[in-house]
């Protein structure tokens, strides 16, 4: 559909019916649904994700569960979005030239987003959406709550956000388009506020992820310096480690944005040199970030030793305590992860042109990553809930250093 010669060059099929605007906001509302579906399947499964998390108890058994506020916010989300969306279709009837003119009716459903987050209404999940925005406010400068506080909680929603990178990177093209003159709901320029603006907005959760990590690792070094040894952390390389993974996507974004700009008297450098650079660390990151999923996040033993992996208490490669029903879950969702981990980089590919031009193509990558991100959420909170109630993993980044089980009666659930 895309590149119809029936509508103005300025457009392509896709945005006349889908303007970027939407798309974005439609990927922000499904991920409110996707973390109810998290809490309600996890709790079926007595996963105390609240307790995890360290979110207030509820004081009344009257009080709806936390997947039920969940679901009440993202159908308060999602019924203005409907409507707009059908607003939009009726007035515009696909025609360019009103696509362009009502670039409003996105723009104010943006607004409306974002103000439901701030609104005190006590029914409309209050304290979950303040808590988020506690959590959004800490972690957006790099910071990181101690494991008492929350640290898990923090960790989520930081990881979450490296998943949304480009939905970021174009909101902040909708914002840019809006306030510069041209219609956001025109043919998304993503060098609006020039070559490099769109690369550090999609830079920065990795960012955030990065400074965490470090903070960690100091953590790591102060409590073995009081204690005049090593702890139960080790010396703290494996934050180390997890820092150099997301260091990793930095090159992979630089790299993209100098191809798609590439002039051969500022780069000394041809340009196939530069891809085959490129693609060294595109695939340098996919690989240790699913690596990372598996072996860290996940605590499954794929990528342990022969002895590991092969103990008769569990079934081949995965792990002795296991939440989830069947062994084929567990491979099912490591070649998801496999081949997800990878289809990120066709969007960021210059050379792909036929495949760049689609915004369609590019509305299904970012799709892709938010449903990966979606399923990792499962295995990742399923192996922190082992950790902390069979016994942490001897390696464990996140509460290993807190001795003992979770107080159930100190804790409970997370937002809404």
């Not at 494996?238 to 820092?243: C, V």
């Not at 290993?400 to 937002?415: H, K, M, Q």
């Amino acid at each position: 559909m895309d590149g119809d010669p029936s509508v103005e060059p300025e457009l392509d099929s896709f945005s006349l019916f889908l303007p970027l605007p939407y798309r974005v906001a439609i990927i922000l509302v499904l991920g409110v649904w996707a973390w109810g579906l998290n809490l309600h399947y996890l709790h079926l499964i007595k996963i105390d994700v609240p307790a995890l998390i360290r979110y207030p108890p509820r004081t009344s058994p009257t009080f709806p569960s936390h997947h039920l506020s969940t679901y009440r916010l993202a159908t308060l989300l999602t019924i203005p979005l409907a409507v707009s969306l059908i607003i939009f279709w009726t007035v515009t009837h696909g025609q360019a030239s009103l696509v362009l003119a009502w670039e409003v009716l996105p723009a104010s459903y943006l607004f409306l987003l974002v103000l439901c987050f701030f609104l005190p209404t006590q029914r409309l999940s209050r304290t979950g959406r303040y808590r988020f925005l506690s959590i959004l406010k800490r972690i957006g400068v790099g910071g990181i709550a101690e494991a008492k506080d929350g640290k898990f909680g923090d960790v989520l929603v930081a990881d979450v956000l490296t998943s949304y990178a480009k939905v970021f990177g174009d909101l902040f093209v909708s914002i840019c388009m809006f306030f510069s003159g041209s219609s956001s709901t025109g043919k998304p320029d993503r060098g609006c506020g020039g070559q490099y603006m769109v690369p550090l907005i999609i830079s920065i959760p990795s960012l955030i992820r990065l400074r965490q990590c470090s903070i960690e690792y100091l953590r790591v070094r102060r409590e073995n310096r009081k204690s005049g040894g090593l702890g139960a952390s080790g010396w703290g390389g494996q934050h180390l480690a997890n820092a150099l993974k997301y260091s990793s996507a930095f090159p992979v974004v630089i790299l993209s944005a100098m191809q798609r700009g590439y002039d051969p008297t500022k780069i000394g450098i041809s340009e196939k040199g530069l891809f085959r650079l490129w693609l060294l660390f595109v695939f340098l990151n996919s690989f240790y970030s699913f690596y990372w999923d598996v072996a860290k996040d996940w605590d499954l033993t794929l990528f342990s030793s022969a002895a590991e992996r092969n103990n008769p208490e569990h079934p081949w490669g995965l792990r002795r305590h296991q939440h989830f029903h069947t062994k084929e879950m567990y491979y099912g969702v490591v070649i998801i992860d496999l081949m997800l981990r990878c289809t990120w980089s066709f969007k960021l590919s210059p050379h792909l042109d036929h495949f760049n031009d689609l915004e369609g193509g590019i509305f299904a990558m970012e799709l892709l990553e938010v449903l990966r991100r979606w399923v990792w959420i499962f295995f990742r909170v399923e192996a922190e809930w082992v950790r902390n109630n069979r016994g942490p993993a001897p390696d464990d980044i996140l509460l290993g250093e807190v001795n003992g089980g979770i107080d159930e009666g100190a804790l409970s659930p997370l937002v809404y």
